[in-house]
């Protein structure tokens, strides 16, 4: 492929080896547009090469829109600092699963739903408090997930529209309970009911901090904290997870088994599990004596597995604008609980000398969402495992509204890469003997 040139009519030339091709091109409201090359191998026998997908766009999307440069983040179309800070979780959820935000009723009528579908079958409490207690929350999650669809088979349909609606609830509704199980049956401690007179977000507090004798009133500042966090991760586009759900989904996978592949890709600490990671390291550099300049010196000096954990964006060259958010909710929670936390300091002053430091501005390396949100968990009394799964419960909007879109796109197909073969020619097998 030597030359690529677009023309005003929205087709590129290419030219290859010796042929000159004509693809067209999708355009997009904003952001990048893209050349369709899917028939670039009947064309040519040549195929695309692009590990990671840095330049490949796997779908077309309503949902979400980021522009990395300028430190954008919109869900279907409204900035996320506007959504943060007006809007509940379920209505969010609403917004990216429906496009639209609902009316008055519509909105107490899906919050209503939701919160009707907390309780969770006895046999799936039961199994909840069966997996070791030292287990990851995160494998706990997952198989929960998986195991959710075998409880409710007759929302298992991947075409009925009504299936597809009451299971988009039973996910919403019951996610919450399996994360505040998660939390309980780590110390084990007796799994609580679902109180149907409380707010989503009130009552997952509740059900995962309560003493089962007390009477238990959550700290509004921390409902209103744990909105907002939930906001910030309900969506962002073709990440990891959710080109995951997708791609399971393609297979005509329910959107349970979807969700569960979701939570598995999630773990990860490249991705969602950077959260969990965050603490870790401001645990150690705490427990080294609080200075970070050593720390850096070695992130810098790239020593295997050590990466400053929380920075860095695959899309965001510029502040992630979930971060600012979660930075400024960080001084506000630790405020008004009466806490203070010496990691706050440490990842402020990482943050400091990171934005000073060459190696991280010739990077456009800046704080992502997972660099401050571990501190506003632990605040709250979250356990450093719990950080990823309450980063899943928050993304389940998103990976709902990704599923439902793929579902309905007539264009698409199972996913299915190539590859460029690079192993041996043909050979003849050789008898055990021989060898
Ligand atoms: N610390 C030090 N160096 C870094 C970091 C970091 N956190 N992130 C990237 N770099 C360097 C990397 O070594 C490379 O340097 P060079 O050009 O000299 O080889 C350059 O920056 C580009 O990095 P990359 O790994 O090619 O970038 P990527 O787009 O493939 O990876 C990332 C993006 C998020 C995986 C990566 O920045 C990273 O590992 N960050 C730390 C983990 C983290 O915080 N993940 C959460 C991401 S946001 C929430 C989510 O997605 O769940």
Same mark, same amino acid.
């Given at each position: 492929?030597?030359?690529?040139?677009? !023309?005003?009519?929205?087709?590129?030339?290419?030219?290859?080896?010796?042929?000159?091709?004509?693809?067209?091109?999708?355009?997009?409201?904003?952001?990048?547009?893209?050349?369709?090359?899917?028939?670039?191998?009947?064309?040519?026998?040549?195929?695309?090469?692009? /590990?990671?997908?840095?330049?490949?766009?796997?779908?077309?999307?309503?949902?979400?829109?980021?522009?990395?440069?300028?430190?954008?983040?919109?869900?279907?179309?409204? $900035?996320?600092?506007?959504?943060?800070?007006?809007?509940?979780?379920?209505?969010? *959820?609403?917004?990216?699963?429906?496009?639209?935000? /609902?009316?008055?009723?519509?909105?107490?009528?899906?919050?209503?739903?939701?919160?009707?579908?907390?309780?969770?079958?006895?046999?799936?409490?039961?199994?909840?408090?069966?997996? $070791?207690?030292?287990?990851?929350?995160?494998?706990?999650?997952?198989?929960?997930?998986?195991?959710?669809?075998?409880?409710?088979?007759?929302?298992?349909?991947?075409?009925?529209?009504?299936?597809?609606?009451?299971?988009?609830?039973?996910? @919403?509704?019951?996610?919450?309970?399996?994360?505040?199980?998660?939390?309980?049956?780590?110390?084990?401690?007796?799994?609580?009911?679902?109180?149907? +007179?409380?707010?989503?977000?009130?009552?997952?507090?509740?059900?995962?901090?309560?003493?089962?004798?007390?009477?238990?009133?959550?700290?509004?500042?921390?409902?209103?904290? #744990?909105?907002?966090?939930?906001?910030?991760?309900?969506?962002?586009?073709?990440?990891? +997870?959710?080109?995951?759900?997708?791609?399971?989904?393609?297979?005509?996978?329910?959107?349970?088994?979807? %969700?569960?592949?979701?939570?598995?890709?999630?773990?990860?600490?490249?991705?969602?599990?950077?959260?969990?990671?965050?603490?870790? #390291?401001?645990?150690?550099?705490?427990?080294?004596?609080?200075?970070?300049?050593?720390?850096?010196?070695?992130?810098?000096?790239?020593?295997?597995?050590?990466? @400053? #954990?929380?920075?860095?964006?695959?899309?965001?060259?510029?502040?992630?604008?979930?971060?600012?958010?979660?930075?400024?909710?960080?001084?506000?929670?630790?405020?008004?609980?009466?806490? *203070?936390?010496?990691?706050?300091?440490?990842?402020?002053?990482?943050?400091?000398?990171?934005?000073?430091?060459?190696?991280?501005? *010739?990077?456009?390396?800046?704080?992502?969402?997972?660099?401050?949100?571990?501190?506003?968990?632990?605040? #709250?009394?979250?356990? !450093?495992?719990?950080?990823?799964?309450?980063?899943?419960?928050?993304?389940?909007?998103?990976?709902?509204?990704?599923?439902?879109? %793929?579902?309905?796109? $007539?264009?698409?197909?199972?996913?299915?890469?190539?590859?460029?073969?690079?192993?041996?020619?043909?050979?003849?097998?050789?008898?055990?003997?021989?060898?």
């Amino acid at each position: 492929m030597t030359d690529v040139a677009a !023309t005003p009519t929205q087709t590129v030339r290419l030219s290859v080896r010796d042929r000159e091709l004509e693809y067209p091109v999708v355009p997009a409201v904003e952001g990048n547009d893209g050349i369709v090359v899917a028939s670039l191998l009947k064309d040519t026998g040549m195929v695309t090469v692009d /590990p990671g997908f840095t330049n490949t766009a796997s779908c077309e999307s309503k949902i979400t829109y980021i522009d990395g440069d300028e430190g954008v983040l919109r869900y279907r179309g409204y $900035p996320i600092r506007q959504l943060a800070e007006g809007s509940t979780f379920l209505e969010t *959820s609403y917004l990216l699963i429906h496009g639209e935000l /609902p009316s008055k009723e519509e909105r107490v009528a899906f919050a209503e739903r939701v919160n009707r579908h907390g309780l969770v079958h006895e046999d799936f409490r039961t199994f909840m408090g069966t997996f $070791p207690r030292h287990a990851h929350p995160m494998a706990v999650m997952a198989s929960a997930m998986n195991a959710l669809g075998t409880f409710y088979p007759e929302s298992l349909s991947i075409s009925d529209e009504e299936a597809i609606e009451l299971a988009t609830v039973l996910i @919403l509704a019951k996610t919450r309970t399996i994360t505040s199980y998660v939390h309980r049956a780590r110390r084990g401690e007796p799994l609580l009911y679902p109180d149907y +007179s409380r707010g989503y977000v009130e009552d997952f507090l509740r059900m995962t901090f309560a003493e089962p004798y007390a009477q238990y009133e959550a700290n509004p500042a921390v409902v209103a904290a #744990m909105e907002k966090l939930l906001i910030l991760h309900a969506d962002h586009e073709q990440n990891c +997870s959710t080109s995951t759900v997708r791609i399971v989904g393609s297979s005509n996978a329910n959107i349970y088994a979807s %969700m569960a592949a979701g939570v598995n890709a999630l773990g990860g600490p490249l991705h969602g599990g950077a959260n969990e990671a965050v603490l870790v #390291m401001l645990d150690e550099i705490l427990a080294n004596g609080g200075d970070a300049t050593d720390f850096m010196k070695r992130v810098k000096n790239k020593e295997p597995g050590v990466r @400053l #954990m929380g920075f860095g964006h695959r899309v965001y060259k510029n502040y992630d604008p979930r971060a600012a958010i979660v930075k400024e909710s960080a001084h506000e929670v630790l405020e008004s609980l009466g806490a *203070s936390d010496p990691r706050l300091e440490i990842a402020m002053g990482l943050e400091e000398i990171a934005l000073a430091d060459d190696y991280f501005i *010739s990077r456009k390396l800046y704080p992502n969402v997972d660099f401050y949100t571990g501190l506003i968990y632990k605040a #709250m009394g979250f356990d !450093t495992a719990m950080f990823t799964p309450l980063f899943a419960l928050g993304r389940m909007p998103g990976w709902i509204a990704q599923w439902r879109e %793929m579902r309905k796109d $007539p264009q698409t197909k199972i996913g299915r890469p190539r590859q460029i073969y690079t192993g041996s020619p043909k050979r003849d097998y050789v008898p055990v003997d021989e060898r």
